[in-house]
């Protein structure tokens, strides 16, 4: 249970005075859904605002405040927005812009011919000068209250920096004074201030790093108190040594002989499987090297030695092909294997859920709905995680929580992850490598494009359609809205279908399952030429007769996305083609990323660069699971940090008397404050 000293922070973000339905949305998108969601977002740095007398469009850019009185309103018919024109002490004009009808409240705050003290970034609009959304429009008696320095916060559409400011001040009024869990002598030698303070003086100042570091050493500690504990309980558990006869490994007819490196990690993963230590083993090899085989192996195995397995993707996408995938490598082989998403309801769920308790089904396959509190296993003593990275520490710990004996775990991944992150997501691993392609694979030839050339490209689509091919056509990605994704996504379909007709197929995150699933199988068939997509074929999906892919706006995916989605190609023995469109303004490291992305098809160069251009984030996966893996610590930081808070951890379990001690008290807040009590959770039930 979660201590009462911490509930006041975990209320809904709705508690803080002044979130209306007009706010609820924005926060939601930044995923702040709770009080304590607010304190975490911290600020990334100053707005300096410069008085001045007189507008200057040399100063389009820059955050002024300055006198101006209204002269007239234009409110546009419809959804535009209503322009307030206001002109200096000189005359010269600017437009206060504000959108979604708020005509009535620019009136009020800016009453024709009486001066107010404005402020706010000033913008070119064509000719004309602009400020959308001022912060402050007050008249003249009261313009002191403009800070001259602000806070800026990470923000989306129908935020402001200013209102991010007050919600952080509510959320701090709200904040407990929390018991320290840092060792007395790391935190007299770093000079750190206690929680509460360290979190109202960043939010205070955004450049107090010495702050920051704490609450980011908070947030690393407990996340390797939590491993330490799993870790702890495992070895309590202990867990049981699989040994199989390969009656079913035997069975299996493959079209094609394993590769070289693929034997090699069989027999590396055997090896851990008959040790009755858990085995944790990473396995790395790039996009299309044959990883599921290595799972399907390893499951069998587990199988063989009367257990049951279990194998997790990251999308319901890839559940539903990994099944279809095992179902027709399996055939013949007596072997149950059943599959378990979000998506499956009543009976059908009910009978999985019967065959799971009972045994009668060997091998699960599913999205993290396999890890819900209803699913129980007769006997689960292997689970294999495909795509890693898109799982946090307390998703997979849920799901160890479920075997009897401490499971053996598995971790699939096509990026390579740096030491640092692995530590921080699983403590001490193993990690095996199939550095070794299917035999045949030719590299993918990739070619940057202007979008200007569009029609070409589509030309070139009608070429390789009319040859038999099929392709992928993926849509660009606009970081704020999903909405404005699917548009985009929809209107190519639109325009391809003008030319393709119904082979042009189109999938999207947005789409309920069973009409997913529809596309894709039809894809997989053949039956349609094209599928236009957004990102949600970025993992996984396998159909090797695609031998061309078009990416729009390649210059807006990551590296190691984009090298992702080009691997849905080239999974034949056919020459592949990946055309990168680009657009027009294109920054120099924009040029050199796609210049790369041209050069290499080595997934780990590439990873590299990413890593040293995006930080960790990606990698460890924050945005797509949902899940806040380290909000505060950066990747400099999580590299200084990581080791202190390891040996900490270690420090307060082994020898300062674990969580029932005073500081393990403390340090079960911080559990709890960062989310890692799953950790607790298992240490009760171990
Ligand atoms: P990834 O490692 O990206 O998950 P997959 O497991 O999806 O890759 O495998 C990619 C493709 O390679 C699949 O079509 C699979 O059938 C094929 N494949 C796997 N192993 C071999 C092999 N030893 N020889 C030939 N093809 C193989
Ligand atoms: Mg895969």
Redesign the pocket.
Known sequence: MRPDILNPLFAEVTALKGIGPGLAMPLDKLGLSRVVDVLFHLPTGWIDRVARDELDMADAGRTIVITLTAREYRSSTGRGPTRVHAADARGNIVSLVYFGGHSGWAKKLAPIGEPRRVSGRLELYGQELQIVHPDYVLPLDEAGEQPEREAIYPLSEGLTSRRMGQLAAQALERAPELPEWIEPGLLAKRGWPGWRDAMARVHADPSDMVARERLAYDEVFANQLALTLVRQSSRARRGRALTGDARLRDALK??????GA?VRVVSEIEGDLAQAQPMLRLLQ???????????TMALLLAVEAGAQGALLAPTEILARQHYE?LRRLLAGVPVEVAILTGRDKGKVREATLMGLASGAIDILIGTHAIFQEAVSYKDLALVVV?EQHRFGVAQRMMLQAKAKAAPHLLA?T?TPIPRTLTLANYGEMDVSQ?DEM???RQPIETRVISEDRLSEMVDALARHLSDGGQAYWVCPLVEESEKTDLAAAEARAETLRARFGDRVGLVHGRMKGPEKDAVMEAFAAGRTGVLVATTVIEV?V?V?NATLIVIEAADRFGLAQLHQLR?RVG??SGRSICLLIRGNALSETSRARLALMRETNDGFRIAEEDLRLRGSGELLGTKQSGEAAFRIATPEMLNELLPIATDDARLLIDRDGGLSADRGQAARTALYLFERDAGVALLRSG
């Open positions: 493959l079209p094609y002989s394993l590769t693929q090899g790039d996009v299309g090297s044959g990883k599921t085989l290595v799972a995938t495909d699939m096509a199939i299917p035999p045949g996984g396998d090797p691997g999974r034949g």
